[in-house]
């Protein structure tokens, strides 16, 4: 199997989950995830934390994925995006791996992360510019 390209988006409120879980599975190339803030205006506090990139072949099938297209019709001259395709993932064989591996985090915390997260193939400039996010220019994360 390949790697595959996704942009995971994660809340504030998900990214030490994101971080503790991609760290406990993945030490090397799971540190350091999740680190660039954004938020709807480009300044703190951050309300998301990108990450993007290839990940192995073991993640994207347990990983959410959401395909979107920007349209153009009458109604919306300047575009809407909508999404065309969507897979909800596998949280229970995120959480399989959890307990193995034994990463502090709770179910719910999997469940929560999968609900609220925002991962596509989109380049991360596009994934920003349809969630009307930005990069946080000061702070740390």
């Not at 959890?98 to 915390?109: A, G, K, L, M």
Request: hydrophobic share 40%.
């Amino acid at each position: 199997m390949n790697w595959v390209y996704r942009t995971m988006i994660v809340t504030a409120a998900d990214a030490v989950t994101a971080r503790t879980i991609a760290e406990g599975i993945a030490p090397v190339s799971g540190a350091g995830m999740w680190t660039s803030a954004l938020s709807p205006d480009g300044n703190a506090p951050a309300t998301h934390y990108i990450s993007t990139g290839s990940i192995g072949p073991e993640w994207g099938p347990m990983l959410p994925l959401a395909t979107w297209e920007l349209v153009y019709d009458e109604q919306h001259p300047e575009g809407v995006w909508t999404e065309t395709s969507s897979y909800p993932g596998e949280p229970a064989t995120l959480w399989a791996a959890c307990q193995q591996y034994q990463i502090p985090v709770t179910e719910q915390q999997v469940l929560d992360l999968f609900a609220h997260s925002d991962v596509t193939t989109q380049e991360p400039a596009e994934a920003l510019q349809r969630m009307g996010l930005k990069l946080v220019q000061a702070g740390e994360p």
